[in-house]
C-alpha cells in the first residue's frame, strides 16, 4: 500500500499508531505529500462548512409515542 | 426511553433528513426510537448507543425510501446551502458539482465522516461493510473530488 493510498485516514487519525508514524514521517520529507494534505484539509473543512443543517422538528411528539408505549 | 430520545433525537433525525428529507425524517427517527424501545435488549455495549440507533435509523430510512420509490442519493445534502464566505478558498459551486458527481455510496461516506462524525469503524457497523471499505471509499471519494476541483498540472500522478 502507498503513502498517498493513505492519506486521507492519516488525516482522519484512522490508522494504526505505526502506519501512522511511517505516513507522518513521509510527509515531513515530501513537499508534494503535504501539499495533498493541505488540499484535503481545506476539502473536508469546506465540505462541512457548505453543507445544509437540517432544522429538527417532532421531538416532543416522538418522546409522547415511546412515553406511551409499553 | 423518553430519556434517549431527548438526548439522541437530533443526530438521529438530522441522519435520517439527510437520507429522505425532512418530510419523512420524523417517522423515519419515531420508528427508530419504537424499534430501539424493543430490542434494547440487544445492545450489547461494543458501539455507542448513537451508532446502535443509527444502525437502525439507517435500515428505517431504506424502507421508507424504497416504499416511497425514491434513491437514498444524498445529492441534496449540498442543495441551498450557503454561497462561499470569505474563508472558502474553493468556490462552493463546483463543490457542490464535484460532491454530485461522485457515486452516492461515496456521498454517503462523505457524509457520515465529514458532516455526522463518525469513525470509519462506525460507519462500518452502520452500514454492516468491513472498515476497510469506509477507508477505501473516502480515499477514493476524495481523489476524484481533487481530480474534478483542482487544474491537472496540480494533481500528482
Not at chain 2, 454517503?108 to 471499505?133: F, K, S
Amino acid at each position: 500500500m502507498s503513502i498517498r493510498d493513505d492519506l486521507k485516514a492519516f488525516v482522519d487519525n484512522e490508522l494504526p499508531a505505526e502506519r501512522a508514524e511511517e505516513v507522518r514521517l513521509a510527509i515531513e520529507q515530501d513537499p508534494a505529500l503535504q501539499q495533498e494534505v493541505t488540499f484535503m484539509k481545506l476539502l473536508s473543512r469546506e465540505i462541512q462548512e457548505s453543507a445544509a443543517e437540517p432544522e429538527i422538528k417532532g421531538a416532543a411528539e416522538v418522546i409522547d409515542v415511546v412515553r406511551k408505549k409499553p | 426511553m423518553a430519556r434517549i430520545v431527548a438526548e439522541q433525537y437530533a443526530p438521529v433525525y438530522r441522519f435520517c433528513a439527510r437520507r429522505i428529507g425532512g418530510e419523512l425524517a420524523k417517522d423515519a427517527a419515531q420508528e427508530t426510537f419504537l424499534t430501539a424501545q424493543k430490542t434494547l435488549k440487544r445492545f450489547n455495549g461494543q458501539s455507542t448507543l448513537l451508532t446502535f440507533l443509527l444502525g437502525i435509523a439507517n435500515n428505517q430510512c431504506r424502507n421508507m425510501a424504497r416504499k416511497n420509490r425514491m434513491e437514498m442519493s444524498f445529492s441534496e445534502v449540498w442543495e441551498g446551502s450557503s454561497e462561499s464566505s470569505e474563508r472558502s478558498v474553493i468556490d462552493r459551486e463546483s463543490l457542490r458539482q464535484a460532491l454530485k458527481a461522485l457515486t452516492s455510496d461515496h456521498r454517503e461516506v462523505i457524509v457520515m465522516h465529514e458532516l455526522e462524525g463518525l469513525t470509519y469503524e462506525e460507519i462500518a457497523t452502520i452500514l454492516a461493510i468491513p472498515a476497510g471499505t469506509v477507508k477505501s471509499r473516502l480515499h477514493n471519494a476524495f481523489i476524484q473530488l481533487r481530480l474534478k476541483l483542482l487544474p491537472a498540472e496540480e494533481v500528482p500522478a
